[in-house]
């Protein structure tokens, strides 16, 4: 296992100018907020982007006049000047990370440098472009941020109901107005209206399937009707009915529906980072279940949460003899034992152990520095020499390619076939594990089973001027070129 912290420090600097050493007047509602990016409109006014993910992207006004930006996997900042409602934004700076083809780092990046005035409005932050297109923003922990689970109902003679399942009903709240509603077995929506604290939904609509018995969609809906208002406070949702009830919702803890993989262990004995980290890492269920990989071996037990305390049971494991003799298996586990609180940061989990000690996690993997040149880059083969020196030239290299995946997987295209594997990459070590493929028939003329003998024979790599050349057991290589 190599150690070793990967550390882009690269940063852009976007039409600099002097930070302002104070803030401007104004802007009260502005100022000490952290924003997170939902939407897009265009100069039309119809929807052009909305952000799965708007706690990635987010901007936060300081009182001192510098502003704090969230880039997707990219953090930056900059200055800003405010003169009533103008607004622009001066000398923004950004990391370099590749945060994947899905990011929209590039399109937020490119919207802020043309920020000319803004409005907020019921927690909405509309900044508006050069362009006529806007932003749309919600403050975080707003009426905004997230999917609404429906926790309790109390009717106007003051009787609760406990909702079972509050994951089967639930609201989100969209900044252009609508709002997304899962009414058990059934689906639907509409828009509503916020003056101040009065909340009120024009007519929802919803499929229209019969859900199981025992179901409360109908309660659901009725409830709904009646919304007259509502109260936002310590992350609790509470909706007041015309009658005098009312409904109380929640959000599914910020630990679920994330793979969280390990990036480091500090102790009062100093501190290691784990680099690559695809084979060690925690899903938490909603179910009070979790799922864990501990390098070689995988796992599974149970978790409590009480508020920030956490309580990880006994995690019953494989009991494989990991090859890595630097493995931090053991390490992992103990520590997980020991864990007593946590702390979620967009997607960053700090999980805190009994002793002080602290273990982070992030939300996508990491490979060394050396790997990631391998990574999201479509490899052609080019050539093969085998171990007597003779070389064979591929004549149609688009047939035979490798992509590698920073979870720790690879997709392979054998000629007419395809399939995929894992791969291990330790320093200029690189292995590949449990390769397969579909098994057609690809013509006398096909390489595809020498590739795939090739690939299973692979010890080492490295890459020079865009070539990726793959060193095999028998002394061989296959040269590769990307596409």
């Given at each position: 296992m190599?150690?070793s912290l990967?550390?882009?420090?690269l ?5 600099f ?6 803030a401007?007047?104004?802007?009260s ?18 929807t ?10 987010t ?9 704090s930006?969230q ?28 945060c ?12 802020l ?5 803004y409005?907020v ?8 472009l ?6 749309l923003?919600?403050?975080?922990g ?9 926790q ?17 009903y ?9 709002v ?5 077995c ?6 509503f209206t ?21 179901s ?24 007041t ?27 009062t004995g ?34 409590t949460v ?17 090859a ?8 992992f586990g ?8 946590y702390a ?7 999980l805190?152990?009994?002793?002080g ?8 993997p ?5 790997a ?6 479509s490899?052609l ?14 004549t149609?290299p ?9 979870d720790?997987?690879?997709?392979v ?13 330790d ?6 594990t ?12 096909s390489l ?23 060193s ?5 290589t ?6």
């Amino acid at each position: 296992m190599k150690r070793s912290l990967w550390c882009l420090c690269l940063l852009v600097i976007v039409g600099f100018a002097a930070l302002p050493a104070f803030a401007q007047e104004g802007g009260s509602d502005l100022i000490g907020i952290t924003w997170q990016w939902q939407a897009q409109v265009d100069s039309s006014g119809e929807t052009s982007t909305t952000v799965p993910n708007p706690e990635n992207y987010t901007v936060l006004f300081n009182e001192d006049g510098t502003v704090s930006v969230q880039n997707d996997c990219n953090g930056g900042g900059g200055g800003y000047t405010l003169d009533g409602e103008s607004l622009t934004l001066t000398g923004l700076f950004t990391t370099l990370i590749f945060c994947g083809d899905q990011s929209l780092d590039a399109v937020f990046n490119m919207a802020l440098n043309q920020v000319e005035s803004y409005a907020v409005a019921n927690g909405v932050l509309t900044l508006n472009l050069a362009d006529g297109s806007k932003l749309l923003l919600a403050a975080e922990g707003s009426l905004y941020d997230g999917t609404w689970e429906w926790q309790s109902w109390t009717d106007a003679s003051g009787t609760e109901t406990t909702v079972p399942t509050p994951e089967s009903y639930t609201l989100t709240f969209n900044v252009d107005g609508t709002v997304a509603v899962q009414f058990d077995c059934n689906s639907g929506g509409g828009g509503f209206t916020l003056d101040g604290s009065a909340l009120t939904f024009t007519p929802l609509f919803s499929t229209m399937m019969m859900c199981p018995e025992g179901s409360l969609d109908q309660q659901f809906s009725i409830g709904l009707s009646q919304v007259t208002g509502y109260e936002l406070a310590d992350g609790t949702l509470t909706l007041t009915l015309a009658d005098g009830g009312t409904m109380v919702f929640g959000q599914p803890s910020p630990l679920l529906n994330m793979t969280w993989y390990w990036q480091s262990l500090t102790t009062t004995g100093g501190d290691v980072t784990v680099v690559p980290n695809f084979n060690y890492w925690l899903v938490f269920n909603a179910d009070g279940t979790l799922n864990a990989q501990l390098d070689c071996n995988s796992g599974s037990g149970t978790y409590t949460v009480d508020g920030s305390t956490l309580t990880i049971g006994p995690i019953a494991t494989t009991r494989m003899a990991c090859a890595d003799p630097d493995s931090l298996e053991t390490a992992f586990g103990q520590a997980l034992a020991q864990v007593s609180t946590y702390a979620v940061a967009g997607n960053v989990l700090t999980l805190t152990l009994a002793d002080g000690s602290t273990m982070v996690f992030g939300g996508t993997p990491a490979l060394d520095a050396a790997a990631a040149e391998l990574i999201n880059v479509s490899w052609l083969w080019q050539s093969w020499t085998d171990a007597s020196g003779a070389e064979t030239t591929v004549t149609n290299p688009e047939n035979y390619t490798l992509f590698f995946n920073a979870d720790g997987t690879v997709n392979v295209q054998l000629d007419c076939n395809s399939g995929g594997g894992g791969y291990v990459v330790d320093g200029s070590s690189l292995t590949f594990t449990g390769i397969f493929s579909t098994m057609m028939f690809c013509g006398e003329e096909s390489l595809d089973s020498a590739f795939s003998a090739g690939l299973n024979q692979v010890v080492s790599y490295s890459i020079t001027d865009g070539v990726l050349t793959l060193s095999l057991a028998d002394g061989g290589t296959m040269t590769f070129a990307q596409g």
